[in-house]
């Protein structure tokens, strides 16, 4: 079966503050796909990112980085000097190859709040 | 607006009731997804389409669920005789089919209250 455990309910943080959202993730296929999504207010899960199980390499984008560390199986998340448009749900996602292709198979979600 | 649409935003039934909810998918999009939510959880899987046929279904979906997609365009999820324990969000994804990693595309939800 797969499994994604983001351990961390929620989060509060002062802007400007750095913040980690971890992801951990559990299947049996060697081949598979992770993901981030962020859920604002507004419902709509809006895609963050994408990375393969073959590609280790960490990936940043503007203020976000992405640490993904297949030994201990999480795809971390992390936020450089946090704004408050930065407060929302977000969620860690999980699609293998064989197990479950046809679907994400989504962790409870961090919410993140940002305070000014 | 070229995203994923979803029809009502919200809906308030008493229990019993049948209700009915749409999405439209991005128009090149030929999967279609449908998931629900409920407070506090991430989304998890009911049904998916790859263009008119349902593939996929969880074990989520009870009878009393059923999903179309006609003409592998817009989607329509139906709940007949509700309960209490339908109440959540009910999202529509789509992508286009590129392999597993495909990207899916939400749109912004239907909240079902059951009263």
């Known amino acids: 079966a797969q499994k994604v455990t983001q351990a961390q309910t929620e989060i509060s943080v002062v802007e400007k503050e750095d913040v980690t959202l971890d992801c951990v993730y559990e299947t049996r296929d060697t081949t598979y796909y992770l993901f981030w999504y962020k859920q604002p207010p507004s419902g709509e899960l809006v895609f963050l990112i994408r990375?393969?199980?073959?590609?280790?390499q960490n990936e940043i984008s503007g203020r976000y980085s992405w640490n993904f560390q297949k030994s201990t199986s999480s795809f971390n998340f992390t936020i450089t000097a946090s704004q408050v448009v930065d407060s929302a749900v977000y969620f860690c996602?999980?699609?293998?190859?064989?197990?479950?292709?046809?679907?994400?198979?989504f962790g409870q979600g961090t919410r993140l709040t940002i305070n000014p | 607006d070229t995203g994923v649409s979803q029809d009502p935003r919200h809906k308030i039934t008493k229990r019993g009731q049948n209700v009915t909810f749409r999405c439209d998918p991005i128009?090149?999009?030929?999967?279609l997804y449908w998931y629900r939510q409920t407070l506090g959880q991430g989304p998890e899987f009911l049904t998916y389409f790859q263009n008119e046929a349902q593939l996929e279904k969880s074990r989520l979906l009870s009878d009393r669920f059923s999903a179309e997609r006609p003409k592998g365009s817009f989607s329509t999820l139906e709940i007949q005789r509700t309960e209490q324990g339908d109440s959540a969000m009910y999202l529509c994804?789509?992508?286009?089919?590129?392999?597993?990693?495909?990207?899916?595309?939400f749109g912004s939800g239907t909240q079902l209250s059951v009263l």
């Open positions: 128009s090149e999009h030929n999967r």
């Open positions: 994804a789509s992508s286009f089919q590129t392999g597993v990693g495909e990207k899916l595309f």
């Open positions: 990375r393969n199980s073959f590609d280790e």
């Open positions: 996602a999980l699609r293998g190859i064989i197990q479950g292709a046809q679907k994400l198979v």
